[in-house]
């Protein structure tokens, strides 16, 4: 069992930054896939970022060129710095760990176990 927790979110106006943590636990931490969801209400979840073990990353087009995934893999943590931030940013962000799949995954079944979710608020 992993156990996923996010945190660092927030009310922020439009044009700012936010910087989201995500710590996951199991020893080993560099071997995971990881992802970073999130959901507008009334909306499906979808993909933002992902982070492979072998350092690749990629992005939704609605985040590429404001938003980084990052890793530490010495402290467990994955990180999305979320920068020139919109409305239609707002939503809940969710951190997900793909434990022994092939690749970054951007369906919500490629992934293990989720977070509770951290709140990001954008106010025009």
């Known amino acids: 069992q992993v156990q996923v927790v996010e945190s660092g979110g927030g009310l922020v106006q439009a044009g700012g930054s936010l910087r989201l943590s995500c710590a996951a636990s199991g020893r080993t931490f560099s071997s995971y896939n990881l992802g970073w969801f999130r959901q507008a209400p009334g909306k499906e979840r979808e993909f933002a970022a992902g982070?492979?073990?072998?350092?690749?990353?990629n992005y939704a087009d609605s985040v590429k060129g404001r938003f980084t995934i990052s890793r530490d893999n010495a402290k467990n943590t994955v990180f999305l710095q979320m920068n020139s931030l919109k409305p239609e940013d707002t939503a809940v962000y969710y951190c997900a760990v793909d434990v022994d799949r092939i690749g970054v995954a951007v369906s919500r079944g490629g992934y293990d176990y989720w977070g509770q979710g951290t709140q990001v608020t954008v106010s025009s």
């Open positions: 982070s492979s073990r072998s350092g690749f990353t």
